[in-house]
C-alpha cells in the first residue's frame, strides 16, 4: 500500500509556497487584501462582501480580478 502523505521534498515545496503567497498578501493594496481575505479566508459571497464593504458587487468582482491576478504576478516572479 502507497503512503499518501508526500515526501519531504513535496512537503517543502507546500510550505514554501505557502510562505510566498503570505508574503505577496501582504504586498497587495489593503483594498485588494480585504478583498482576498473576506472570500477567501471567511468564505463571504460577492453580494455579502459588497454589503460589508458598502461597495458595489461588480467593484467586488473587478478588486477580486485584479488581486488574483497581482498576487499571481507576485508568486511567480518569487520563482
Do not use: N, W
Request: aromatic content about 6%; proline content about 5%.
Amino acid at each position: 500500500v502507497a503512503d499518501p502523505a508526500d515526501d519531504p521534498e513535496a512537503a517543502l515545496q507546500k510550505k514554501d509556497r505557502g510562505e510566498q503567497l503570505r508574503q505577496a498578501l501582504t504586498r497587495l493594496s489593503p483594498e485588494h487584501r480585504e478583498i482576498i481575505d473576506l472570500v477567501y479566508y471567511h468564505e463571504q459571497s460577492v453580494e455579502e462582501c459588497a454589503e460589508i464593504l458598502g461597495i458595489p458587487a461588480a467593484t467586488v468582482k473587478t478588486r477580486m480580478f485584479y488581486a488574483r491576478k497581482t498576487l499571481a504576478e507576485m508568486v511567480e516572479g518569487c520563482r
